[in-house]
């Protein structure tokens, strides 16, 4: 292991099911990359349907009792695994810059974020009320109470390792559910990590299970398992859909975080160099790698110039290396499949007319990088108006009147974030309610908090995770009508 952390028990190259760690049946184990370097970070197991079976099965009898512990006790588990998160934070972010690539404070704040989230819905656990409804009979009591739905299957992906955890987690363990989750490959060691932390909690045995390797064989079996009440999946729109395909047979609830293509539209009445902070913000975090990164820059035509400008000056102070370094603030893309679909992006858009004002090119930092990239006169007919980046580069589309940019802006099966910049109240209140996304920023150019609910609409997904309404998503609501003698 090349990594030097303070807690070297943190760093785990086994599953972990029914409170013990394990390795796949067939002994079998895969590589795990560091993409700044290429080098091999360690293995991960390879299980199957068979693996998963058994932590369905230890999620299905450890929530017996979990579901009956009362709410403040779960919620103190859940407080002391938020604390032993931020006492790890050094350690945690430096085993997800090793495996993910972003950069160290990248990481130290995704640390921080994920322990957000879990103090949030440990809160969030004493706060499941039910209700009573008036009755249109006198000899009867109407109310409801909430329960929790029972197993939680969650899978998730390598750009975010912890928070996606910790989002889809906690609000389950809060609300009385046991837990089977599916990391991605790339970034098994952050999700196993947060495991060892939650047994530290003193999370009872077979509440929360982790389960690496082949995914279309885990999602199989997490799809039809009739003991498994809901899967929650963050990951791009295909997987998404074949995976509710497969949930329809058993009748599952879902949630789906899937894929985004966020408009970013300056107004010209926009503080433009507050716009262009903001853009960098949601561009180039992550590389570019998040589903609501700026997608689709939209400018309006008299102050299309001047913006380009001062987003080229802007992303020319980019430091690109490896994250580990202190000062760096780009990093590597996830993996080849990345790099290609960038730059074939990238060489479409240029062959058909755009410029390259920065950028436009793999980086010689190694393998994995691309270089920070602003791109003039784009248009629609560019793959990239269509399709998720998921890399550093910055698309500037012109428009004249209000009315375009929006019709631009919804003019996709995406329906995620969108953000926009103007100075004019009426105009923030009015394309507010046009565009057709589950979350704007106004003048912002983030978006996501444990208070906030998160998700998209149209292609985008289904369900919200954070705020009062992420815990929701794992409970249901029973109906009691009690007849009066
Ligand atoms: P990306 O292309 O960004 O990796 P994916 O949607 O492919 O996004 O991956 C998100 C998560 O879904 C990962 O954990 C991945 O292993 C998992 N996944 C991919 N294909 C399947 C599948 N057929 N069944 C279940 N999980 C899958």
Known sequence: MSLSLRDKSLFRQQAFIGGLWLDADSGRNVPVYNPATGAELGQMPWMGAAETRRAIECAEQALVSWKKMLSKDRAAILRRWCNLILEHQ???????????????????????????????????????????????????????????????????PWNFPAQMIARKCSPALAAGCTVVIKPAPQTPYSALALAVLAQMAGLPDGVLNIVTGKAGEI????????????????????????????????VKQVSMELGGNAPFIVFDDANLDFAVRHVLASKFRNSGQTCVCANRIMVQSSVYDEFATKLTSAVREIKIGPGSNENTTLGPLIDDRAIDKVDGLVRD?????????????????????????????????????????????????????????????????????????????????????????????ANSGTLSSEATPFGGIKESGIGREGGKYGIQEFLEIKYINMGLE
């Not at 972010?93 to 990248?106: C, D, H, R, V, Y």
């Not at 130290?108 to 009755?135: D, H, L, N, Q």
């Not at 784009?378 to 990239?384: F, I, S, Y």
């Open 349 to 441: 858009a240029l062959s058909k007319g755009a410029k390259a004002l920065i950028g436009g090119t793999p980086h010689n930092a190694g393998a994995l990088f691309y270089a920070p990239t602003v791109l003039t006169g784009v248009t629609q007919n560019m793959q990239v108006f269509h399709k998720e980046i998921f890399g550093p580069v910055a698309p500037l589309y012109l428009f004249e009147k209000e009315e375009e940019a929006i019709d631009l802006a919804n003019a996709t099966r995406y329906g995620l974030a969108a953000y926009f910049f103007s100075r004019d109240v009426g105009r923030v209140w009015r394309v507010s309610e046009a565009l057709e996304y589950g979350m704007v920023g």
């Open 90 to 156: 050094e350690d945690l972010a430096q085993i997800m810059t090793a495996e993910q690539g972003k950069p160290l404070s990248e990481s130290r704040s995704e640390i921080s974020s994920s322990a957000s989230y879990i103090e949030w819905f440990a809160e969030e656990a004493k706060r499941t009320y039910g209700e009573t409804i008036p009755a249109g009979k006198k000899d009867q009591q109407l109310l409801t109470i909430r329960q929790p739905i029972g197993v939680v299957a969650a899978i998730t």
């Open 219 to 250: 999602g199989d079996e997490m799809t039809a398992n009739p003991a498994v009440r809901k899967l929650s999946f963050t990951g791009s729109t295909v997987v998404g859909k074949v995976l509710m395909e497969k949930c329809a047979l058993t």
